[in-house]
Nanobody, 123 residues
Framework: DVQLVESGGGSVQAGGSLRLSCEFS????????MGWFRQAPGKEREGVAT???????SHAASVKGRFTISKDTVKNTLYLQMNSLKDEDTAMYYC??????????????????WGQGTQVTVS
């Protein structure tokens, strides 16, 4: 079974940084795409960043230049480094995974495996 466990969320002041981690198991990294999504209260879940089987990243326009996705296949961990955080980055952040290739890697319906989420609050 695929398991995804996020950590690293918290409260931070605007302009600050956080690094989210997603420990994964049951995934063959050479066949799975992985991504970070977020959902703010009253809003739809949106794709933040994804990485394909080669680790090649794709970032949403709203976070490009501020957030960086990366994958450590030795530690079986997906990361999201978040810098220059803004109030509008406040959301529950989720890690997701599914077999590659994906037609729309930033679309949540492409992913079948999800973590429980970690809260990020920027004030």
């Amino acid at each position: 079974d695929v398991q995804l466990v996020e950590s690293g969320g918290g409260s931070v002041q605007a302009g600050g940084s956080l690094r989210l981690s997603c420990e994964f198991s049951g995934i063959t990294y050479s066949t799975y795409c992985m991504g970070w999504f977020r959902q703010a209260p009253g809003k739809e879940r949106e794709g933040v960043a994804t990485a394909d089987t080669d680790g090649d990243p794709s970032h949403a326009a709203s976070v490009k230049g501020r957030f960086t996705i990366s994958k450590d296949t030795v530690k079986n961990t997906l990361y999201l480094q978040m810098n220059s955080l803004k109030d509008e980055d406040t959301a529950m952040y989720y890690c997701a995974a599914n077999y590659c290739p994906l037609v729309g890697p930033l679309m949540d319906y492409e992913y079948h495996n999800w973590g429980q989420g970690t809260q990020v609050t920027v004030s």
